[in-house]
């Protein structure tokens, strides 16, 4: 207490110098209307200035909302875009019945779930990828992943609230694709070098092509919907095969920086998995017709007693004894 009143002792000059200055300064903007006006002013820019800074911060730390928010319509434009362009086609085929029954687009069984990537690898040969998305939400194992540049993955391993993806970059992993406006599609596939290109496999020899020309995915699949963009070729490569050429493909998708991506689940995976397991050879029997099957099965047999039957009694006929008569036949 003694050193706090020291203090205002040895320093009152200041004390009362900046007391009078406050006052003067009070009197002086509140009588004269310039002074005031001049002091709003400034008083306003940096009211500004701060109320600037405050909304700056806040504003960095809505950046996540407004991420997922952009990526959920850049997803939904995504979706019309191909879904025109095979509306686009459609009509391009000229059906006779087009203009009765026109098909629906391919899009209509598709929608997406929206993740953020937790964890990520690009550098081993066999690299997963870990979203923050899992069986509560919806996902399920075999859906594809892509963000907003392009391919990403598949899911392979789902937990409740999370999922592990196989990366495009996985030596493992083999998707099927094409060259945009053309029925020619080979796999692709990495090959564990460099995680900004892969090679797309098993194209005929005859086909023309030019470096820059986009690689999209063939839509032969119920992951992947037809259209989605994967890369551009770069180059050819020599195939040991002479009837199939191998491109160089410059992946569109920037694995180093993967932050959110989009999980596109399908309705119609069930009906083409059925459909597949019936082509194997496999049983395709329905889970209710083999309930059916085992609840009989499970049935105790009954068993019916059968009494013995009774077998008629046989009458044996008596012949009638002949007598034998002594010394022959008489005859009269």
Known sequence: MNNLITFFIKHSSWFVFL???????????KNNPYQQSVYLTSANSASATVYEGISAVTSYFHLKDINN???ERNALLEMEVVALRERVNDLSMQLPDSLKSPRQPVLQHYDFVVARVISNSIAQPY?????????????????GVVDQNGVVGIVNVVGPNSSRVISLLN????LSCKLKNSAYFGSLVWD?????????EELPKHIKFNQGDTIVTSGYSAVFPEGLIVGTIVDAEKDMNDSFVKLRVALTT???QLSTVRVITNDMTAELKALQRGENGEDTT????KNDASKQASKPATTTKQEPKQQPKQEVKQEPKQEKQEGGDAHE
């Open 19 to 29: 007391l009078l200055t406050i006052a003067s300064c009070v009197l002086l903007f």
């Open 192 to 200: 564990g070098k460099d995680p900004r290109y892969a090679v797309i």
């Open 171 to 174: 030596s493992h992993m083999r």
């Open 254 to 256: 920037n694995f180093s």
């Open 69 to 71: 928010d952009l990526q």
């Open 127 to 143: 690299n997963y990828i870990t979203i923050n998305r899992g069986s509560k939400q919806g996902i399920k194992a075999e859906m």
């Open 286 to 289: 329905t889970d209710a017709s």
